[in-house]
Structure formats: C-alpha cells, structure tokens
C-alpha cells in the first residue's frame, strides 16, 4: 500500500466531489441534490481515511473524523428529507425550482 | 504491479464510473443505485487502506440506513413511473465547465501536499482503541509530531481524546430524531 502514495487516492476523492457539485447544481430533484451532498461526503470521508493510513499523527483521528461525518451524514438526510417531504404536501412536487416563495 | 494496486485500481474506476452514472441518470430511482454502487466501492476502500471499522459502519449506516432512507424518499415523492425532472442544456453546460475547472484545481492543489514518511505498520487502529478514545481515554492516541511544520521544528502532538464529540453528536441524533418526526408528521385537517 505505501508503494500506492496517496495522491491516487485524492484524485479519486477529487473526482466523487466534482460529481457531488455538479449533481447539486444541475439537478431540479431535490432527492437529486441531496444525492449530490451525499457524494461530497463521501469524497470528504476517503481524505480522512487516507490521511489516517499515510500520516502517522493522524492514524486514530482520521478514523475518527471519518465516523462522525458518517454520523452526522445519516442525521442530515433525515432532516432533509423530512423537508423534502413536507415541501411535496404543500406543493405537490420536488423541483426546486418552484421552492421560490422566499424570492424578494 | 502489486496486489494493493491492482486492486485500488478496480475499486477506484467501479467507485468513479458510479459517481458519474449519479451525475448523468436522469431518472431519480437510477441515480440511488448508481448511489449505492458508489457507495459501496467507498467502503471497499476503506477496508482497502486497512479502516476496517470505518468500512463497516460506512456499509452499515450509510449503505443500510442513508441509502434506504433516500429510497423511501423517491417512492414517497414519486408522481408517477419514469418521470423525470429534466435539466437544461445550458445548465449542462455551465455545470460541466465549472466541475471541470473545480477538478483541475483539485488535483493541482493535491500534488502540492507534502506528507511526512509513512508508518511501515500496515494496521490502522480497530474497533478497541477507537471506543477508548469516544470514552476519553487518551492513551490509545498516537505518539507522533505534528506535521506541516518546517524541518527544523519538532513539535510532539498532544494526546487527545473525544468524549465531548462523541456526547454532541449523540444529542445532535436525539434532536434531528424529534426534529425530522416532526416536520415530517402526517397532517390531518380538523373537520370543523
């Protein structure tokens, strides 16, 4: 493994993230964008776990870091889509676009 | 060509050609199993760099708990089979060049990181030191100097545990569960 380096690994992780945002911009699902968050997570997630194989100041905090996010991750999708939920009672659909009440 | 290698290339091209099949889907039920595939090659990794509880609670919580809650989502909002929200070209467009401008600087930025020598210790810390260390016993944190710093200046890291942490995130889950329960209850009009 310490033959791989770890740049392989943040060019992966640099990849999952891009995805993430263009999957937030571009999409007008709102489970699409939450899809998005879910991806920019995960990019996050493998830097932490890298870092705590490859830098020996790091090897329980990445892990660490790596299990919160993953904590909270599964907290914010339910907040969201519980929103995402009530917003489809009050207007009968999921596109974002029409989440425009609040414009000035 | 190791083992190692090998290996971290076919997870790795699974885990990328999944994240783009999210991006490019347009149906919402084909993008969560894009979702799933990827995030499945995520956790493959992780038992890859050797975190194995990181990739079991990654295949436990996110996997059998996010991804299912994000399934009951599309079926609960669905407005019929294969409809599809369809994003315009020009949205395309302009999310193309910024992810692609995004991805540049990422990669850039990422060969300009230097990382102290790694340890030849192949393991990372299971399932044990890491429940010390969410108890607040500090003794299981690694002995080690801070990195980032010039050559010349040696600065030992602090021990350093996560009680504190551990009790947020363990409220912050109490509330998103009433929170979420709430926003997300069944509303009845009172017949009047």
């Given at each position: 493994?310490?033959?791989?380096?770890?740049?392989?690994?943040?060019?992966?992780?640099?990849?999952?993230?891009?995805?993430?945002?263009?999957?937030?911009?571009?999409?007008?699902?709102?489970?699409?964008?939450?899809?998005?968050?879910?991806?920019?997570?995960?990019a996050a997630n493998i830097n932490l776990v890298a870092f705590a194989r490859f830098n020996p100041a790091f090897r329980l905090d990445g892990q660490v870091?790596?299990?919160?996010?993953?904590?909270?991750?599964?907290?914010?999708?339910?907040v969201a889509l519980a929103i995402i939920l009530n917003f489809y009672n009050n207007h009968a659909t999921v596109d974002v676009d029409s989440a425009d009440?609040?414009?000035? | 060509?190791?083992?190692?290698?090998?290996?971290?290339?076919?997870?790795?091209?699974?885990?990328?050609?999944?994240?783009?099949?999210?991006?490019?889907?347009?149906?919402?039920?084909?993008?969560?199993?894009w979702l799933l595939f990827t995030l499945v090659g995520v956790s493959l990794l992780y038992f890859l760099l050797g975190a194995e509880f990181a990739g079991?609670?990654?295949?436990?919580?996110?996997?059998?708990?996010?991804?299912?809650?994000?399934?009951?989502?599309?079926?609960?909002?669905?407005?019929?089979?294969?409809?599809?929200?369809?994003?315009?070209?020009?949205?395309?467009?302009?999310?193309?060049?910024?992810?692609?401008?995004?991805?540049?600087?990422?990669?850039?930025?990422?060969?300009?990181?230097?990382?102290?020598?790694?340890?030849?210790?192949?393991?990372?810390?299971?399932?044990?030191?890491?429940?010390?260390?969410?108890?607040?016993?500090?003794?299981?944190?690694?002995?080690?100097?801070?990195?980032?710093?010039?050559?010349?200046?040696?600065?030992?890291?602090?021990?350093?545990?996560?009680?504190?942490?551990?009790?947020?995130?363990?409220?912050?889950?109490?509330?998103?569960?009433?929170?979420?329960?709430?926003?997300?209850?069944?509303?009845?009009?009172?017949?009047?």
């Amino acid at each position: 493994m310490n033959e791989l380096g770890i740049q392989p690994f943040f060019i992966l992780s640099a990849f999952l993230f891009v995805c993430g945002v263009v999957c937030i911009a571009s999409k007008r699902n709102a489970i699409g964008v939450l899809m998005g968050v879910e991806l920019v997570l995960n990019a996050a997630n493998i830097n932490l776990v890298a870092f705590a194989r490859f830098n020996p100041a790091f090897r329980l905090d990445g892990q660490v870091f790596a299990l919160m996010v993953i904590v909270l991750a599964a907290a914010e999708a339910a907040v969201a889509l519980a929103i995402i939920l009530n917003f489809y009672n009050n207007h009968a659909t999921v596109d974002v676009d029409s989440a425009d009440e609040l414009k000035g | 060509m190791t083992l190692p290698i090998v290996l971290f290339a076919i997870v790795a091209t699974i885990t990328a050609i999944s994240a783009l099949g999210v991006v490019l889907a347009r149906n919402v039920v084909r993008m969560a199993v894009w979702l799933l595939f990827t995030l499945v090659g995520v956790s493959l990794l992780y038992f890859l760099l050797g975190a194995e509880f990181a990739g079991t609670v990654q295949l436990i919580v996110y996997v059998g708990g996010t991804l299912i809650l994000i399934v009951f989502g599309v079926m609960l909002t669905a407005q019929g089979p294969l409809r599809e929200l369809r994003t315009r070209p020009a949205e395309w467009l302009v999310g193309g060049i910024v992810g692609a401008l995004l991805f540049g600087l990422l990669v850039t930025a990422s060969y300009q990181i230097a990382l102290p020598p790694p340890s030849t210790d192949n393991t990372l810390p299971g399932p044990g030191p890491l429940g010390l260390t969410f108890l607040g016993v500090t003794e299981t944190s690694p002995t080690a100097n801070v990195s980032g710093l010039p050559d010349d200046v040696v600065v030992p890291r602090k021990p350093v545990a996560y009680l504190l942490p551990f009790e947020i995130v363990s409220v912050h889950l109490l509330v998103v569960l009433i929170g979420a329960a709430y926003l997300a209850r069944a509303k009845r009009r009172v017949k009047a």
